[in-house]
């Protein structure tokens, strides 16, 4: 089970380009997330999906965009990189079943670096 | 004023300390308390979950929660250097928006041996 996997690990971005930054994870949650985190500005969530189908924005959408074909994947795409999307970006997912307070499991991040 | 406010830091103790962590926070739908910690270049992992108000305790970690203050607190006890992390709090409220956490920015923790 290897919970929740992000690639690439660590990438540089021209200003102008563009990039996915893939998610995928194995335990069948409804809910995923993705999440970005600057130094010292805790995590804020861009976009979130509560099933195939399904998303919706978070707190930081502008940007970026999103899609869910699957319940296993959900790939952030950044069109016209620009430096302020310099960033650690964390994709979580949830059971999304319980009806109680949700448990986000995150992966390992990608860190993203745009000159 | 923020929904949820930490203080940033940086916190360091000797080994062997007893450690406090606090968050306070605004939102009173708040119901869910959870602690993630995270480690350098790492993503968070949950360390403690509480629902509602009361205290909760794995081993060394101890999660407290009073709704009347709009307060939560980690307590570390024998803090080891493994501890050494960024401590985030997070919340969420019931019902509907329940998957919804919303982030302290986190406490960055040295445990010195």
């Known amino acids: 089970n290897a919970g929740v996997t992000q690639t690439p690990k660590f990438r540089i971005l021209k200003i102008g380009q563009s990039m996915t930054l893939q998610c995928t994870q194995d335990m069948n949650h409804n809910y995923m997330y993705w999440y970005r985190q600057d130094p010292g500005m805790g995590l804020k969530l861009i976009y979130y999906s509560v099933g195939a189908g399904i998303t919706d924005k978070g707190e930081v959408p502008n940007g970026y965009n999103v899609s869910r074909s699957t319940t296993e994947d959900f790939p952030l795409r950044l069109e016209l990189a620009a430096p302020s999307q310099t960033s650690v970006y964390f994709c979580a997912s949830s059971p999304g079943t319980s009806g109680g307070g949700e448990t986000q499991y995150f992966g390992p991040g990608t860190r993203l670096l745009v000159l | 004023q923020k929904e949820v406010e930490q203080d940033p830091g940086p916190l360091s103790v000797p080994e062997g300390a007893i450690v406090s962590l606090n968050c306070t926070y605004s939102?009173?739908?708040?119901?869910?308390f959870m602690w993630y910690r995270q480690y350098s270049r790492k993503g968070p992992e949950l360390l403690m979950y509480t629902y509602s108000s009361g205290n909760k305790e794995d081993g060394r970690f101890t999660a407290q929660v009073d709704k009347s203050s709009k307060y939560i607190s980690l307590f570390i006890r024998d803090s080891q250097p493994s501890d050494s992390a960024t401590y985030l709090c997070a919340m969420s409220p019931s019902g509907g928006s329940n998957y919804k956490l919303t982030f302290g920015k986190g406490t960055l923790l040295t445990v010195n041996p």
């Open positions: 939102n009173s739908a708040f119901q869910y």
